[in-house]
């Protein structure tokens, strides 16, 4: 996709209010799940897994509730999922979670549970507040009146007016 694309694609998601929709994080002691986005520890991203991810986001939503092994095969549809698939990830989520692993309960035979996760719905954005940012493009121009293109911005759409095109 060419960079009008995006704009253009980024835009109709805007008007369409994609942005400003508030999404459910999950807290489980010093971690935040964002559900099958990134597992964040203090703020910051831990190193997982998509897979593993999306075992931990449906374990996460689960609220406590015993989650069974062919429910998290469901985690990812279209692939065809051994039983051993999902102890590997299990073991990674365990890993990443450290000191917090303890909450991830294995019911031998049944499936597993995550104990002590707690969700917290994020703020909406109002949509006067949503923004739009511009990273920086490499000027291969070598043309040194060019050096705006490397220069990151922050767009407004609603006190621009911007729009995409594609000639």
């Given at each position: 996709m060419d960079p009008f694309e995006l704009s253009a694609s980024l835009f109709a998601d805007y008007d369409r209010g994609r942005p400003t929709q508030g999404k459910a994080s999950i807290q489980l002691g010093r971690f935040s799940i964002e559900p099958r986005?990134?597992?964040?520890?203090?703020?910051?991203?831990?190193?997982?897994?998509?897979k593993a991810l999306d075992l931990l986001s449906v374990l996460?939503?689960?609220?406590?509730?015993?989650v069974t092994k062919e429910e998290l095969m469901a985690a990812w549809p279209g692939v065809v999922v051994e039983e051993n698939a999902i102890q590997v990830h299990i073991s990674a989520v365990r890993r990443a979670l450290g000191e917090e692993a303890t909450r991830l309960v294995t019911v031998r035979g049944r499936g597993y549970r995550l104990?002590?996760?707690?969700?917290a719905q994020s703020p909406e954005i109002p949509r006067d507040e949503a923004s739009l940012a511009v990273l920086a493009f490499a000027n291969m121009t070598g043309d040194?009146?060019?050096?705006?293109?490397?220069?990151?911005?922050?767009?407004?759409?609603?006190?621009?007016?911007?729009?995409?095109?594609?000639?």
């Open positions: 986005r990134q597992l964040l520890a203090a703020g910051r991203p831990v190193a997982l897994g998509r996460a939503e689960a609220d406590g509730d015993l104990e002590g996760a707690i969700a040194p009146e060019k050096t705006y293109l490397e220069t990151p911005c922050l767009l407004r759409p609603d006190r621009f007016n911007i729009q995409a095109s594609v000639n």
